[in-house]
């Protein structure tokens, strides 16, 4: 019988526990064969499972157990999914906001709705114990490649009303945008983006900070994500331009 909330989780999130992909768990000695480090991650009735790459920190592979309810299990897959292939750095950034936007159908409609906030709470939890169990091996904290979510619906022709927008409007738009869609993937990598300028010509100028001033990505496949958004979720004329 399927909870009383079921229907208020967004169409992604219910494919993925239609498929989950993360169910199970690791060992000691599975870890060893490997040459990974084991680290299991315990809170209430999740456990995490990670196998640690003991020279750079990254998260090779994930398993997880979740005794509890559905709402239990979307977090603890959805986290999975998100820590992979990540440094343990980068997973100790995750937040419950950014595991539901990972997940909504619509930018506006959260994925998990309020009754899970504690199943989201308690993931993250399993996630913070087992980030402790990595403090000691190296990361690298600057990264080839920033996580930016880039599957998004298009707005045929863009905002509509766009070009007789006042450029205040405008940038709030694109900052509301940002907010939601892009600053929250780039700071798993410790790095921010900044707003400089928009132009009449649609040409707006970002400004890297932290991490990203010296990410090779920034200029490329990051830079690309970003205006991808930008181009779906606002207008199709903007470009934009890193001010190096």
């Known amino acids: ?14 494919l993925r526990l239609d498929r989950l992909l993360f169910v199970g768990s690791f060992t000691a000695d599975l870890a060893s064969e490997r040459g990974m480090r084991f680290v299991s991650g315990k809170a209430g009735g999740v456990r995490l499972d990670w196998l640690v790459d003991e020279t750079d920190g990254i998260i090779a592979d994930v398993k997880f157990q979740a005794f509890g309810p559905v709402g239990l299990i979307a977090a603890c897959e959805v986290v999975s999914e998100l820590v992979l292939r990540k440094n343990y750095n980068q997973a100790s950034r995750i937040t419950a906001e950014l595991i539901d936007q990972h997940v909504r159908d619509r930018k506006e409609v959260p994925a998990f709705p309020k009754e899970c906030d504690r199943f989201l709470n308690q993931a993250l939890s399993a996630v913070d114990q087992a ?18 979510e880039i599957d998004f619906s298009e707005i ?5 009303g766009w070009d007789q927008f006042a450029l205040e409007k405008k940038i709030a738009l694109i900052q509301e945008v940002m907010d939601k869609e892009i600053r929250p993937y780039i700071e798993l990598d410790a790095g921010g983006v900044m707003l400089i300028d928009l132009k009449e010509t649609g040409e707006l100028i970002i400004s890297y900070q932290g991490a990203c001033t010296s990410c090779h990505a920034s200029t490329g496949s990051t830079l690309s994500a970003i205006q991808k958004i930008l181009r779906a979720r606002v207008h199709p004329s903007l470009f934009v331009t890193p001010k190096l």
Not at 1 to 14: A, D, T
Not at 131 to 148: G, L
Not at 156 to 160: D, H, I, N, R
């Open 131 to 148: 980030v402790e169990q990595c403090s000691d091996i190296p990361f690298n904290d600057v990264y080839d490649t920033t996580p930016i």
């Open 1 to 14: 019988m399927k909870p009383f909330y079921w229907e208020f989780l967004s169409k992604k999130l219910r």
């Open 156 to 160: 045929p022709g863009g905002l509509p």
